[in-house]
């Protein structure tokens, strides 16, 4: 059962565009989320992060929004640039201590000049 | 500056053989871990560590098993490969967290890439 769903495998988007990707999820006790950044052949590197209590974090081009009512986040990226491209892990956190991360399947984006 | 290290960026190993991923991290954090990355399916927990000696399960522990001797190392074992554990295996570390105002993430080494023959 897949408790965090990132439902578009790709999304392509012209260079100094808005990029939005989306991730559900269905587990209503995590308590923080966030997004990974990964290059191929690379481990993920963290991007930015938001806890349960708040609705929206800020970090330069990237914005995080929260929808608890909705059970959903989106990962805002303005403007877009090339080095963007990547693929984009949404992953929530359960519990304190040792804190599990579960990850989403992920999302391929291309940033097209 | 943090670092997750993994032993190998490439193995090929043959069905059957045991096979040990090596990972270290030079952050002192409590919390380690081992995923596995597969097209579609993201990044699964295979297993997890709060503290040495310590592990506990993941989402997918058949066929693996772990060891963590030392705080700062975390050993994944695939007692006898099979060509299903062919995938991108990452390891990652954290800290024991306590709280919501506590950064938590985790940071994760380059990836293994094995492949069973």
């Known amino acids: 059962d897949q408790q965090v769903k990132q439902n578009s495998p790709s999304l392509s988007v012209q260079e100094g565009r808005i990029s939005i990707l989306n991730c559900d999820y269905t587990?209503?006790?995590?308590?923080?989320f966030l997004w990974y950044k990964k290059y191929p052949a690379e481990g993920p590197t963290f991007l930015i992060s938001i806890s349960s209590i708040k609705d929206k974090n800020e970090d330069g081009r990237f914005t995080v929004f929260l929808n608890k009512s909705a059970k959903h986040l989106s990962l805002h990226i303005v403007p877009s640039q090339p080095g963007d491209s990547a693929v984009y892990f949404c992953?929530?956190?359960?519990?304190?201590?040792?804190?599990?991360?579960?990850f989403g399947q992920g999302t391929r984006l291309t940033i097209n000049p | 500056d943090v670092k997750v290290t993994q032993s190998s960026r490439y193995l090929v190993k043959r069905t059957g053989e045991k096979v040990f991923l090596e990972c270290v991290q030079d952050?002192?954090?409590?919390?380690m871990f081992w995923y596995r990355q597969d097209p579609g399916l993201g990044l699964r927990l295979i297993y997890f560590s709060y503290d040495v000696k310590m592990k506990e399960k993941g989402d997918i522990p058949e066929g693996y098993s772990v060891s963590r001797e030392k705080k700062e190392r975390f050993s994944l074992i695939l007692e006898s490969a099979s060509t299903n554990q062919t995938s991108m295996y990452l390891c990652a570390s954290s800290l024991w967290g306590v709280g919501l105002s506590r950064n938590t993430e985790a940071f994760f080494g380059q990836g293994t890439r094995l492949t069973v023959v």
């Open positions: 952050m002192d954090h409590e919390n």
């Open positions: 587990n209503s006790m995590f308590d923080y």
């Open positions: 992953a929530a956190r359960q519990g304190q201590g040792a804190q599990k991360l579960v």
